[in-house]
C-alpha cells in the first residue's frame, strides 16, 4: 500500500489514486489535509525529550490465566501448540490459581479495577477450578478494596446452558473462536478425533451472544492463505446473528502452507476494500455490526503514553501457566529466555519488565516514521520477536495489513460523518 505523507506530490497521487476519486475530489482532500498540517494538527514532529513516558512505579493490572494447557481442538495453526505451549499437557491446580491472584493483587500498586482472563488451551476443561478462582477474587476484592473484571476465551465446545449462565453472570467479557465460514472453520479447526467443529460450536456461541444481549463479548476468527476472501467469513457471522466480530491474520513460518506472504497482499487489501463497502451498506439498512479493526476513537481514546506503548506485555500485563510459571504475555509462554519469575515463590524478574516498558514507537526506528504508529503502538511484541529475534523490530508484514485496516477504519470514520 502506498504512503502519500507527510510530503505530498501531485502527480503521485493522481496517478495512484485517480482510478479510484474523481480528481476533484482528492484536490479538496489534500486542501484539507494541507489546512491541518499548516495547524500542526497532522504530521507534526516529536523531539525526542517529548516523548510520552509512563509515570511512577510500574504495576500490573491484567493476567492472562492458563487454567489448562491443553484443548479439545487440534486447531492447526494454534501458535500454543494445539493447548500444550510445546511442552506437557496439564491443568492449573486452585492452589497455583490463587497464588496468581494474589500475585496480582500485590504487584497492582494503586490500581483498584484487575483484570484476569481466563485462557488456554481450552479453559472450559478446568471450569470447576476457574469457577473456584473467581469466589476467590471476590473474596480478594473485599480484603484490598480491589475489583476483578474477569474474562474467558474459549472455543465453545464444551458451551451449555449451566456454563453460558454462569459466564454471563460473572464474566465482563467473552471471546468465542470461530473462523467463519463452515469450510474455512471446519478445514483447520477440527476436534481431537479429527472432525470438524463448526456444527458443534456455532449454535452454543449464538445463544450465549444473544444472552448478553450482543454485547461484551466478540467472536474471534484467524484468516489464513486458505481464506484471503475473509471478507466472507466476517459477513457469514454477521448473517448467523453475531454482532461483535474480529477476524484476525495468521502469524506462521513460511514452512506452513497456510503462512501468508507479501504475495498475498493485495488479495487481502482487496476483501478489506469489499469488507468495508458491504459494512457501511448493512448499517445505511439498519443492519449494522460492530467490526473491531473499523473501530477507532478520534475524538479521546488511550493517553498519548499508552498509545506509545501499547498493550503493556511484560509490564502492566502477563501470563502465568497451570505451573505458576510468569511470562510476558501469553504468546511468549514456554520460551525460557521470557521466563519472568513464579507466583509460586512470588519471584520475579523486574529487569526484564522494565525491558518491556521502555519499548514504544519511540525506539522501534521503523515505527517513528509510520503515521499509523499511534493506533497500533508498535505491533504485537512477541510477533517481533519470533520474526526478527528482537521486541523493537516490528513484525513488516503485519504492519501492512495493519496500516491498510486502519485506512479503511479511517474511511468509515469520514463517510459516516459525511452523512451526518
Request: charged share 30%; aromatic share 10%.
Amino acid at each position: 500500500m502506498l504512503d502519500y505523507g507527510p510530503d505530498f506530490v501531485w502527480e503521485e497521487l493522481v496517478k495512484g489514486l485517480g482510478d479510484r476519486y474523481p480528481v476533484g475530489d482528492l484536490r479538496e482532500g489534500l486542501s484539507e489535509i494541507k489546512e491541518l498540517m499548516d495547524a500542526e494538527m497532522l504530521f507534526t514532529t516529536w523531539d525526542p525529550k517529548d516523548q510520552p513516558v509512563m509515570a511512577g512505579e510500574p504495576v500490573i493490572k491484567a493476567m492472562c490465566l492458563h487454567a489448562a494447557h491443553d484443548c479439545n481442538l487440534r486447531c492447526q495453526y494454534c501458535f500454543a501448540s494445539t493447548g500444550d505451549f510445546h511442552g506437557q499437557r496439564a491443568m492449573l491446580d486452585l492452589e497455583t490459581g490463587k497464588k496468581a491472584l494474589e500475585f496480582l493483587v500485590t504487584h497492582s500498586g494503586h490500581r483498584r479495577n484487575l483484570e484476569v482472563d481466563f485462557f488456554g488451551g481450552e479453559p472450559l476443561m478446568n471450569f470447576d477450578v476457574v469457577k473456584k478462582l473467581v469466589t476467590y477474587g471476590r473474596q480478594l476484592e473485599k480484603q484490598y478494596n480491589k475489583e476483578f473484571r474477569f474474562t474467558v476465551t474459549t472455543n465453545g465446545l464444551l458451551l451449555d446452558d449451566d456454563t453460558i449462565d454462569y459466564i454471563n453472570r460473572e464474566f465482563v467479557n467473552v471471546v468465542l473462536s470461530i473462523d467463519g465460514r463452515r469450510e474455512v472453520h471446519d478445514r483447520l479447526r477440527k476436534t481431537v478425533n479429527g472432525r470438524g467443529s463448526y456444527d458443534a460450536i456455532v449454535p452454543k456461541a449464538i445463544r450465549l451472544a444473544d444472552l448478553r444481549n450482543q454485547t461484551d463479548y466478540y467472536v474471534r476468527g484467524t484468516f489464513t492463505k486458505y481464506n484471503k476472501d475473509f471478507d466472507k467469513d466476517v459477513l457469514h457471522l454477521a448473517d448467523l446473528g453475531f454482532q461483535q466480530i474480529s477476524i484476525e491474520p495468521v502469524v506462521a513460518s513460511e514452512d506452513e502452507d497456510y503462512h501468508l506472504s507479501r504475495e498475498d497482499l493485495p488479495e487481502i487489501f482487496a476483501s478489506y476494500d469489499r469488507l468495508m463497502k458491504a459494512y457501511l451498506e448493512r448499517r445505511k439498512k439498519g443492519k449494522g455490526f460492530n467490526f473491531f479493526h473499523f473501530q477507532v476513537d478520534l475524538k479521546q481514546g488511550p493517553c498519548a503514553a499508552k498509545r506509545a506503548a501499547g498493550c503493556g506485555v511484560g509490564n502492566e500485563y502477563i501470563a502465568v501457566t497451570p505451573t505458576g510459571d510468569i511470562y510476558p504475555c501469553h504468546q511468549f509462554v514456554g520460551e525460557e529466555k521470557f521466563k519472568m519469575g513464579s507466583v509460586l515463590d512470588g519471584s520475579f524478574r523486574q529487569d526484564m519488565q522494565q525491558e518491556f516498558r521502555k519499548c514504544n514507537v519511540f525506539t522501534k526506528e521503523k515505527c517513528s516514521s509510520c503515521w499509523a504508529k499511534f493506533y497500533c503502538s508498535g505491533g504485537c511484541s512477541a510477533n517481533a520477536s519470533h520474526f526478527s529475534g528482537s521486541i523493537d523490530e516490528p513484525y513488516e508484514l503485519g504492519c501492512e495489513m495493519e496500516r491498510k485496516r486502519l485506512e479503511c477504519a479511517l474511511a468509515v470514520k469520514a463517510m459516516e460523518a459525511g452523512e451526518e
